[in-house]
DNA sequence: CGCCATAGTGACATATGGTCACTATGGCTG
DNA sequence: CAGCCATAGTGACCATATGTCACTATGGCG
């Protein structure tokens, strides 16, 4: 048998297969917290609960699995996170009450402005502070995950400013440094945290200020490409 | 309907979902080379094309993704590596010309003569180097998978040992530079990559030397738990 | 106008990698 | 068996980046 043969002949659907899901763990900075995107389930299993925004690949209008992380969050944010990366894939056999089943994760960044969720109670999409997560309940392995793109997002914080896309597009250097503050749990010192960035020259100054009770802070924007610098020595992390 | 009402019923055929499959890039250093686990394919698509070890998960067999990864390379080499770690999910429409399908990708290490693969010319699994494999037409997009495997790796050898675990249990210092050098692409100073080794304490010093023309080199163990070590500064990858 | 709060800088200490010449060691060979 | 060779391993100094902290700058407000 040739391939083409093999082909015409073969049964997507021959063997039973693990579930297969996208989910994503969308992070934004506001009122000094970091914040998580949480939807409530519409339907079983664990209908009710909050979870992940994310579904199932739909093989027609996706054409990668990213396509299907994006369509996920464009569906309840209206708008495509400027920051969005593979964070880790989980399978397992008891994670879902339907069986053997494997969520591809992504971590994305937004800012709080961007991103129109209703803020109303009743609404279906929720931010949830990370501060109040505990008393939430949450679906699935979900805070399992929420607990990786932490991690994940701690670690880019010492060696990297990929943080900033939680911000808005402009920024102050205060801000962000409060933000890696929050993100590595630990005060860090404001010379060392500004003479990196200004070494690498990863920010475009502009010429506004925002005061905040102090002597007016100066406006920032993220230069091109900046998100991929990486500094050759971690913060301290201790 | 109540969620055991609900997962009484669920069809978990209803939907057509993604071909999803584990593989594994496992490298080993061997004869002053990086080399990667090669398996010719048995069975259509790209059949007689070799590629990576690898396969379907088996909801049976397996209660996790890293288990349909362990299990398959025990199955071409007889053993499970020292280390695996989960390293990328890929997944689009074209891939596999059966179409929409997804792989969980891992990275292993092993040291080669903890891994009896049959030399012979007509196996159908073998070892490659690294340089040479664009001279092997392999199958789907495991190119690229190795290449990406390849890139983390380099990044791992810029800030933590763990390229180890591609060596037998004792290494000598300069076995070990030279794989890091094969990673990262470029002459190491020997100075500075001992001195952070033996600050960080991450080797057991055997009594034992081994020769290799010139003065005996000490051979080391790793130190339990110094894969994890990571080095707050980067080598310099100039 | 002077105080307050926060922004931003100067200057020095500390830590770690880069460099390179120098020493150490075992095998081999004349 | 002495001396050479090749490779292992070290000493010492340099370069660079972060840590620390006191000091200066700036705008708002009473």
């Given at each position: 048998?040739?391939?083409?043969?093999?082909?015409?002949?073969?049964?997507?659907?021959?063997?039973?297969?693990?579930?297969?899901?996208?989910?994503?763990?969308?992070?934004?900075?506001?009122?000094?917290?970091?914040?998580?995107?949480?939807?409530?389930?519409?339907?079983?299993?664990?209908?009710?609960?909050?979870?992940?925004?994310?579904?199932?690949?739909?093989?027609?209008?996706?054409?990668?699995?990213?396509?299907?992380?994006?369509?996920?969050?464009?569906?309840?944010?209206?708008?495509?996170?400027?920051?969005?990366?593979?964070?880790?894939?989980?399978?397992?056999?008891?994670?879902?009450?339907?069986?053997?089943?494997?969520?591809?994760?992504?971590?994305?960044?937004?800012?709080h402005q961007d991103c129109m969720v209703n803020a109303s109670s009743v609404s279906e999409v929720q931010w949830v502070r990370l501060t109040d997560l505990d008393v939430v309940e949450l679906a699935f392995d979900h805070q399992e995950i929420i607990a990786l793109a932490q991690e994940r997002l701690k670690q880019k914080a010492l060696y990297s400013i990929v943080p900033a896309y939680a911000l808005p597009e402009k920024f102050t250097l205060p801000e962000l440094q409060?933000?890696?503050?929050?993100?590595?749990?630990?005060?860090?010192?404001?010379?060392?945290?500004?003479?990196?960035?200004?070494?690498?020259?990863?920010?475009?100054?502009?010429?506004?200020?925002?005061?905040?009770?102090?002597?007016?802070?100066?406006?920032?924007?993220?230069?091109?490409?900046?998100?991929?610098?990486?500094?050759?020595?971690?913060?301290?992390?201790?």
């Amino acid at each position: 048998m040739d391939e083409k043969e093999f082909l015409d002949g073969y049964d997507r659907n021959g063997y039973a297969t693990p579930l297969l899901s996208v989910d994503s763990v969308l992070f934004t900075y506001y009122e000094q917290c970091l914040n998580v995107l949480l939807v409530r389930r519409a339907n079983h299993p664990d209908k009710g609960k909050w979870g992940l925004p994310g579904g199932f690949v739909n093989m027609q209008a996706d054409h990668t699995l990213e396509d299907t992380a994006m369509r996920k969050l464009r569906e309840k944010t209206g708008v495509v996170p400027p920051y969005i990366e593979q964070l880790a894939t989980l399978g397992n056999r008891v994670r879902d009450k339907r069986g053997w089943s494997v969520t591809v994760c992504y971590t994305a960044l937004i800012a709080h402005q961007d991103c129109m969720v209703n803020a109303s109670s009743v609404s279906e999409v929720q931010w949830v502070r990370l501060t109040d997560l505990d008393v939430v309940e949450l679906a699935f392995d979900h805070q399992e995950i929420i607990a990786l793109a932490q991690e994940r997002l701690k670690q880019k914080a010492l060696y990297s400013i990929v943080p900033a896309y939680a911000l808005p597009e402009k920024f102050t250097l205060p801000e962000l440094q409060h933000l890696h503050e929050l993100l590595i749990g630990k005060k860090l010192q404001k010379k060392s945290f500004r003479r990196r960035i200004e070494q690498a020259d990863l920010l475009q100054e502009t010429d506004e200020k925002r005061a905040e009770g102090g002597r007016p802070a100066a406006l920032y924007t993220m230069k091109k490409s900046s998100g991929s610098y990486t500094f050759i020595r971690n913060l301290d992390d201790r």
